[in-house]
């Protein structure tokens, strides 16, 4: 079955960029956009963007300013990074597989807090 | 504030019918964009529950049903059960912002 798995570094400076991997087994990375999806503890679910292999990417027009994705189908990986961060953006960052404009099914998610 | 808009939270007795509705926009579901349905448990990743305004993924019980009429959508839980408690989003396309978008949430307790 699909499986998505979010990895990065836990903590992260105010002003420093965030860099997260999220690995996807179970189904060609090039058949689908995949998504970033993030949850601030306490709070609801904000859509950051989606990408496609061939670099084709969808950004939330919030945050385009200061995010970009890669996909690396080599290593099954698909990469976002954020830069300028400030506490606001401390939340679980999660990747998703995009099906039919809806998102199924979702990595556990990684928490990212922005703390000095 | 989210483009779509749901209660906080609904409450319901076991074995009761609750509804959870969405109101979206022009934009949205009124341009005829699908609304999507998802499944949160405390501490684990969102479930998908509706797909396509109407249609159940593999796995996802018959008392779940979505529907979609104007700018309004509505998931409905039939036969309430204690496991049912969770935070259920709603989910869509924005043809004004581009983007995808989600409502706030809402908590649906088991009394």
């Known amino acids: 079955q699909v499986q998505l798995q979010e990895s990065g570094p836990g903590l992260v400076k105010p002003s420093e960029t965030l860099s997260l991997t999220c690995h996807v087994s179970?189904?060609?990375?090039?058949?689908?956009?995949w998504s970033w999806i993030r949850q601030p503890p306490g709070k609801g679910l904000e859509w950051i963007g989606n990408?496609?292999?061939?670099?084709?990417?969808n950004y939330n027009p919030s945050l385009k300013s200061r995010v970009t994705f890669s996909v690396d189908t080599g290593k099954k990986e698909v990469t976002l990074k954020m830069t300028s961060l400030t506490a606001a953006d401390t939340a679980v960052y999660y990747c998703?597989?995009?099906?039919?404009?809806?998102?199924?099914?979702w990595g556990q998610g990684t928490l990212v807090t922005v703390s000095s | 504030q989210s483009v779509l808009t749901q209660p906080p939270s609904v409450s319901g007795a076991p074995g009761q019918r609750v509804i959870i509705p969405c109101t979206g926009t022009?934009?949205?579901?009124?341009?005829?964009?699908?609304v999507h349905w998802y499944q949160q448990v405390p501490a684990t990743p969102p479930k998908l529950l509706i797909y396509?305004?109407?249609n159940r993924p593999s796995g996802v019980p018959d008392r779940f049903s979505g529907s979609k009429s104007g700018t309004s959508a509505s998931l409905a839980i039939t036969g309430l059960q204690t496991e049912d408690e969770a935070d259920y989003y709603c989910q869509s396309y924005d043809a004004s912002l581009r983007g995808w978008v989600f409502g706030g949430g809402t908590k649906l307790t088991v009394l």
């Open positions: 990408v496609y292999h061939s670099g084709n990417a």
């Open positions: 179970g189904v060609s990375i090039t058949n689908y956009y």
């Open positions: 396509g305004t109407t």
């Open positions: 998703a597989r995009v099906v039919a404009e809806g998102f199924d099914p």
């Open positions: 022009s934009s949205n579901f009124g341009a005829g964009y699908d």
